[in-house]
């Protein structure tokens, strides 16, 4: 059952989505796209995590430039304690191959990945920091559902059939009880996580 709530700060609007009797809670952010969600929205989510940061785009590309000193912040998080978790899709996968003919964009899908395994790789191995891929046997989900954890919260982004992942509809769930709505997306890519194989080390 979904009951509308009132506008906590136009535009967002925020709804209570009840499972039983648990609930997340879900809302925009402002903004309809990830494209359009402003780099401010994800900073403030990033910068404040102390114990899971969890980014399990296919890319994860869009973090390393929009977001204001992220290799920093992810950086410090990771020697604060928290633990930070990079799972990528394979950029030489066959659903990449696929995904990429569906987008037809300069900027590849397996370019994008590219752009993350090199910061990642400027980032040097730090305790705490964590980067795998997926297995190709969970590529569809893993490309077809995003899922990014700041402790607890996270935003969600579903993709449509054709559109770039950055154009896909973005959602901000909020954890208050177990077993809602939050849990469940995050059940989703810590099974992805289970299956996914290291990520090779640089040059190899």
């Not at 929205?41 to 390393?64: D, H, I, M, Q």
């Not at 990079?86 to 569906?102: I, N, S």
């Amino acid at each position: 059952m979904i009951r509308s709530a009132p506008q906590v700060r136009p535009p967002s609007r925020e709804a209570r989505v009840f499972s039983s009797t648990r609930a997340s809670t879900a809302r925009s952010c402002g903004s309809s796209t990830t494209s359009a969600c402003p780099s401010t929205v994800w900073n403030e989510l990033v910068e404040p995590a102390r114990s899971e940061l969890s980014f399990t785009g296919y890319t994860n590309y869009f973090f390393w430039t929009p977001v204001p000193h992220f290799a920093d912040t992810v950086r410090r998080r990771a020697g604060a304690g928290c633990r930070v978790r990079f799972l990528l899709g394979d950029p030489e996968g066959e659903v990449t191959c696929r995904r990429e003919m569906v987008e037809d964009v300069a900027l590849s899908v397996s370019t994008r990945s590219r752009i993350t395994r090199e910061h990642l790789d400027r980032l040097g191995p730090l305790d705490g920091l964590e980067a795998r891929f997926s297995h190709p046997s969970d590529a569809v989900s893993h490309v077809s559902l995003p899922v990014f954890r700041f402790d607890d919260n996270a935003l969600v982004t579903p993709h449509r059939a054709r559109l770039v992942g950055h154009d896909s509809p973005l959602l901000h769930l909020g954890r208050h009880v177990g077993n809602g709505m939050f849990d469940r997306f995050v059940e989703h890519s810590g099974e992805l996580r289970e299956r996914a194989r290291p990520r090779p080390a640089p040059g190899g």
